[in-house]
Each structure stands twice: as C-alpha cells, then as structure tokens.
C-alpha cells in the first residue's frame, strides 16, 4: 500500500507500508539494516519513504489519491491545486511524478478536495468562501 503526507514547506513524501510480519521473512543482512532510506515502525506495519518532491512552494493542505488511484492531488496556500500523475508509482525505473494540471480559480488558500467515486471529478474549498467544481 502507499500512502502520501506533505509538510508546510510544500514537499510531499510518499511511504511504502508494508506488512512487518510478511516481510521479515524477506529481510537479510546486519541487524542494522542496510537500507538508508528513513523507516517508521509501530505496530506491525513499517513505513518507508520511496519517493518525495516539491509540490507547491507554500503550506500543502491537503494531499489526497484519486479513488482510481492514478492521479495525486495536493490543495495548497498558494491558491492552487496541483494534479500530479502517478501511473509510475512504485515501479524501479519511474521517473519522479509529473505535474499534470494546475487547477486555479480561488482567491485564497485551498483548505480542502475530494474526488468523485469514478475519480472524474474534483472539487474543491477555499478560504475565499467558495467551492469549485
């Protein structure tokens, strides 16, 4: 499974979760590990960072996967909703996720988005007291 987070000076980082109790027996090497790659462990799931970049250059509000899961979209205060293409995701000689769309239309800082069940449309919230469509 994957999961996207984002922090407020606009990067996204994409986590690998992977099951912990299927992949020890996966695992090999020092006890240390030999991966430099920052993980997260708690419970029996371990997160894994396998990708990351600059979406926005403000706050990400909101960072969310199409239902269809091939489309990112990061909401941000610099007014804008970037889609970005994920048909890569996960595959070893993926290049970073390409912009697909920048969405503008609102006045202010883009708080919230949500797709429709078939992953065709968006729509949005913004501080400037609207929605878009």
């Not at 610099?78 to 239309?105: F, V, Y």
């Not at 202010?108 to 913004?126: L, P």
Request: aromatic share 10%.
């Amino acid at each position: 499974d994957m999961a996207c987070v984002a922090n407020n000076h606009g990067d996204v980082f994409c986590l690998d979760i992977t099951d912990e109790r299927s992949d020890k027996n996966k695992e090999s090497g020092s006890a240390e590990g030999s991966s430099k790659t920052p993980a997260a462990e708690g419970g029996d799931q371990r997160l894994k960072i396998v990708h990351s970049f600059r979406a926005h250059n403000k706050y990400i509000l909101k960072c969310l996967f199409s239902p269809n899961q091939k489309i990112l979209a990061t909401a941000s205060a610099d007014w804008t909703i970037n889609l970005w293409n994920t048909s890569k995701c996960g595959r070893p000689d993926a290049e970073p996720w390409s912009l697909w769309k920048t969405l503008q239309g609102h006045n202010r800082w883009v708080w919230d988005c949500a797709f429709s069940a078939d992953s065709a449309y968006m729509v949005s919230a913004s501080s400037d007291h609207t929605a878009k469509l």
